[in-house]
Nanobody, 126 residues
Framework: QVQLAESGGGLVQAGHSLRLSCAAS????????MGWFRQAPGKERTFVAGISWSDSSTYYADSVKGRFTISRDNAKNTVYLQMNSLKPEDTAVYYC???????????????????WGQGTQVTVSS
């Protein structure tokens, strides 16, 4: 089992940057694929970015490709989401997710057990 805690959300103007962090508990962090999802008011939770457990390969939703970067530091049990060139449509609650042995490409698949953080609000003003 793993517990996740996000941080780094806030209010920013369009075009600016934010970096989200997700700290994980447990000693087996490096066996989990990690991902970021987001949920805007009145909408479903959607995939943003994923990173594999094995080789740190990455995968992104088309809407954030080229603007967002996911990375992980296994020594710190932490995954990051660097968000550049933010747009008002990026406004949402951002959730960190962990799935055992997952690759980046399988993180969007909402089957199997996964763990979630409590979420952090990101608001982008125009």
């Amino acid at each position: 089992q793993v517990q996740l805690a996000e941080s780094g959300g806030g209010l920013v103007q369009a075009g600016h940057s934010l970096r989200l962090s997700c700290a994980a508990s447990g000693r087996t962090f490096n066996t989990f694929g990690m991902g970021w999802f987001r949920q805007a008011p009145g909408k479903e939770r959607t995939f943003v970015a994923g990173i594999s457990w094995s080789d740190s390969s990455t995968y992104y939703a088309d809407s954030v490709k080229g603007r967002f970067t996911i990375s992980r530091d296994n020594a710190k049990n932490t995954v990051y989401l660097q968000m550049n060139s933010l747009k008002p449509e990026d406004t949402a609650v951002y959730y960190c997710a962990a799935k055992l042995w997952a690759t980046a490409q399988t993180m969007p698949i909402m089957t199997g057990q996964r763990y979630w953080g409590q979420g952090t609000q990101v608001t982008v003003s125009s």
